[in-house]
């Protein structure tokens, strides 16, 4: 028996578990003269679909998969302005004006999904409650009072503070008031509704592969047909399309979420986050009667590079530690990807283009971000750029901010593609591969991703993924490959989990 399967909770998102399964029809002809087609069903593909089809654009959403089913279905879903340490960062590297927008930006958003919950009447489970980002060891405290103090500058109602709700003491915290946390598919599933209402067309199990920049656009599908439209927006969570080299500048990180049942007495009564012990995020939702539902996330590390199961063991172990007697219901993980200077992708794809616009590099704070997204790109395609647009323009490159991450992360990067085909196998052969567990084994000279399970079959694939060549690596505890590359990740037959890849690693004959 896999040992994941000894990690307690059902292995399942909260929020999938809680919402029923959509079931937009797939593209199945080509579609002709729509205003925008947005590639990708998340948070920032919806909004950004709904505030086009507001603005008076015809839209077409076209999804690989489910809407709101894949990162955005596994978020955390705290909806703040209040990104861990983001505003001293902004201040530091490009002034105070910089760190003003990005909150003003931020605010916006946040503000955006109360006024669209109560206009549209959507039952969501929106609550407003403060964020913390807090630190445990005086060791962090110079960092903790830089933030407050950025994040006041920057004109948030933002301050230090030593007394939280939390069970346990810490050093000091910045505190954020009026933020929120929500259900994310509850609301996404009904802005969907309303927007096929407008007009808005969706498209599921619709994987974009192609894409012509052309005038009009051409964008592709899977399955052989086209959609043609004025410009594009690629909202993939990590771009599907890369024209402008942008996976030199996104790091994926992944992380683990365990999801627990506590009294409602116990409720810390906010959303709070601090950057030691690997990461530790907290926040409820309503429950059962007289219960809430504690929401803890961390243990963060590249996809494909650690002991998946040992770092969910550890934050159970930390959960039923700070909150003792806390019963964990759920565990699922997410993903996002981080820029090199910290602040996200979104605008005009690439210098040469005034068509197609991406969104990417959320750095884990996709709620608000995704639903800024929405607003800014419906602006800058109806002609309305706001002052924030080149904060957040994908064209900006900053040498001096940045070189040190990129190299960094390009030399990670290289040590994966060329170190990963050399490295011998943890297992000799195929038949050393217990049921259950995957492996990359050597077959006639080449490297093969093969997983045996519980009947004792072999599901062989190639190992390189089909994004750009690096060797995958097996994922124990949610029983996938995964590339540490650029965080792509695969079934056991092959199949995209989740890009930047859109092509399925291919079957391997051990024959």
Same mark, same amino acid.
């Given at each position: 028996?896999?040992?994941?399967?000894?990690?307690?909770?059902?292995?399942?998102?909260?929020?999938?578990?809680?919402?029923?399964?959509?079931?937009?029809?797939?593209?199945?002809?080509?579609?002709?003269?729509? +205003? /925008?087609?947005?590639?990708?069903?998340?948070?920032?593909?919806?909004?950004?679909?709904?505030?086009?089809?507001?603005?008076?654009?015809?839209?077409?959403?076209?999804?690989?998969?489910? %809407?709101?089913?894949?990162?955005?279905?596994?978020?955390?879903?705290?909806?703040?302005?209040?990104?861990?340490?983001?505003?001293?960062?902004? =201040?530091?590297?490009?002034?105070?004006?910089?760190?003003?927008?990005? @909150?003003?930006?931020?605010?916006?958003? /946040?503000?955006? /999904?109360?006024?669209?919950?109560?206009?549209?009447? %959507?039952?969501?489970?929106?609550?407003?409650?403060? @964020?913390?980002?807090?630190?445990?060891?005086?060791?962090?405290?110079? =960092?903790?009072?830089?933030?407050?103090?950025?994040?006041?500058?920057?004109?948030?109602?933002?301050?230090f503070v030593t007394e939280t709700g939390l069970p346990f003491p810490v050093a000091g915290a910045v505190r954020v008031e009026d933020q929120a946390q929500f259900h994310p598919r509850k609301y996404l599933l009904a802005l969907a509704e309303d927007l096929t209402r407008r007009g808005g067309r969706i498209f599921e199990r619709t994987r974009a592969t192609g894409l012509d920049e052309g005038d009009p656009c051409t964008v592709t599908t899977e399955g052989g047909h086209t959609i043609t439209a004025r410009q594009v927006v690629v909202a993939t969570h990590y771009p599907v399309f890369d024209r402008a080299l942008l996976f030199a500048r996104l790091e994926p990180r992944r992380?683990?979420?365990?999801?627990?049942?506590?009294?409602?007495?116990?409720?810390?009564?906010?959303?709070?986050? #601090?950057?030691?012990?690997?990461?530790?995020?907290?926040?409820?939702?309503?429950?059962?009667?007289?219960?809430?539902?504690?929401?803890?996330?961390?243990?963060?590390?590249?996809?494909? &590079?650690?002991?998946?199961?040992?770092?969910?063991?550890?934050?159970?172990?930390?959960?039923?530690?700070?909150?003792?007697?806390?019963?964990?219901?759920?565990?699922?993980?997410?993903?996002?990807?981080? &820029? &090199?200077?910290?602040?996200?992708?979104?605008?005009?794809?690439?210098?040469?283009?005034?068509?197609?616009?991406?969104?990417?590099?959320?750095?884990?704070?996709?709620?608000?971000?995704?639903?800024?997204?929405?607003?800014?790109?419906?602006?800058?395609?109806?002609?309305?750029?706001?002052?924030?647009?080149?904060?957040?323009?994908?064209? !900006?490159?900053?040498?001096?901010?940045?070189?040190?991450?990129?190299?960094?992360?390009?030399?990670?990067?290289?040590?994966?593609?060329?170190?990963? !085909?050399?490295?011998?196998?943890?297992?000799?052969?195929?038949? +050393?591969?217990?049921?259950?567990?995957? @492996?990359?084994?050597?077959?006639?000279? =080449?490297?093969?991703?093969?997983?045996?399970?519980?009947?004792?079959?072999?599901?062989?694939?190639?190992?390189?993924? #089909?994004?750009?060549?690096?060797?995958?690596?097996?994922?124990? @505890?949610?029983?996938?490959?995964?590339?540490?590359?650029?965080?792509?990740?695969?079934? %056991?037959?092959?199949?995209?989990?989740?890009?930047?890849?859109?092509?399925?690693?291919?079957?391997?004959?051990?024959?």
């Amino acid at each position: 028996m896999a040992e994941s399967r000894m990690l307690p909770g059902t292995d399942e998102s909260y929020w999938m578990d809680t919402t029923s399964a959509t079931a937009y029809p797939a593209l199945t002809a080509d579609l002709a003269d729509v +205003d /925008v087609v947005v590639v990708g069903g998340g948070i920032a593909g919806l909004c950004t679909a709904w505030e086009l089809t507001e603005a008076g654009r015809t839209v077409a959403l076209v999804e690989a998969d489910r %809407i709101a089913a894949g990162v955005t279905g596994y978020t955390t879903a705290k909806l703040s302005v209040l990104h861990t340490l983001i505003y001293d960062k902004v =201040r530091t590297s490009s002034g105070p004006d910089a760190a003003r927008l990005y @909150a003003e930006s931020q605010r916006l958003a /946040v503000r955006r /999904v109360a006024e669209l919950t109560a206009r549209l009447g %959507i039952d969501c489970d929106l609550e407003r409650v403060p @964020a913390f980002t807090y630190a445990e060891s005086p060791d962090g405290l110079d =960092r903790i009072r830089a933030e407050a103090d950025a994040a006041a500058e920057a004109g948030l109602a933002a301050s230090f503070v030593t007394e939280t709700g939390l069970p346990f003491p810490v050093a000091g915290a910045v505190r954020v008031e009026d933020q929120a946390q929500f259900h994310p598919r509850k609301y996404l599933l009904a802005l969907a509704e309303d927007l096929t209402r407008r007009g808005g067309r969706i498209f599921e199990r619709t994987r974009a592969t192609g894409l012509d920049e052309g005038d009009p656009c051409t964008v592709t599908t899977e399955g052989g047909h086209t959609i043609t439209a004025r410009q594009v927006v690629v909202a993939t969570h990590y771009p599907v399309f890369d024209r402008a080299l942008l996976f030199a500048r996104l790091e994926p990180r992944r992380e683990l979420v365990v999801a627990a049942a506590i009294p409602a007495d116990r409720d810390p009564g906010g959303v709070y986050l #601090t950057t030691e012990q690997n990461t530790r995020s907290v926040r409820t939702a309503p429950y059962r009667d007289g219960q809430r539902l504690l929401i803890v996330t961390g243990e963060h590390f590249t996809p494909g &590079t650690s002991d998946v199961t040992g770092h969910w063991r550890k934050l159970a172990e930390w959960t039923g530690q700070r909150f003792p007697g806390a019963q964990i219901a759920y565990r699922w993980a997410t993903q996002d990807n981080t &820029t &090199t200077d910290q602040v996200p992708f979104i605008g005009r794809f690439h210098p040469g283009t005034d068509r197609v616009y991406v969104a990417t590099g959320f750095g884990g704070w996709g709620m608000s971000t995704g639903v800024l997204t929405g607003q800014l790109l419906a602006a800058c395609l109806t002609g309305a750029e706001p002052p924030w647009a080149g904060l957040y323009d994908p064209r !900006r490159l900053h040498p001096a901010r940045e070189a040190g991450s990129m190299l960094k992360l390009q030399a990670k990067v290289a040590g994966h593609f060329v170190g990963d !085909r050399v490295r011998p196998s943890r297992v000799d052969s195929v038949e +050393d591969i217990a049921p259950g567990t995957g @492996a990359v084994v050597r077959v006639r000279g =080449r490297q093969c991703a093969a997983y045996r399970d519980d009947t004792g079959r072999i599901h062989a694939v190639s190992a390189r993924c #089909t994004h750009l060549g690096c060797i995958v690596h097996f994922n124990d @505890a949610e029983t996938a490959w995964e590339c540490p590359c650029h965080g792509s990740r695969f079934g %056991i037959d092959g199949a995209v989990v989740q890009g930047p890849a859109n092509k399925p690693l291919e079957p391997r004959d051990l024959a």
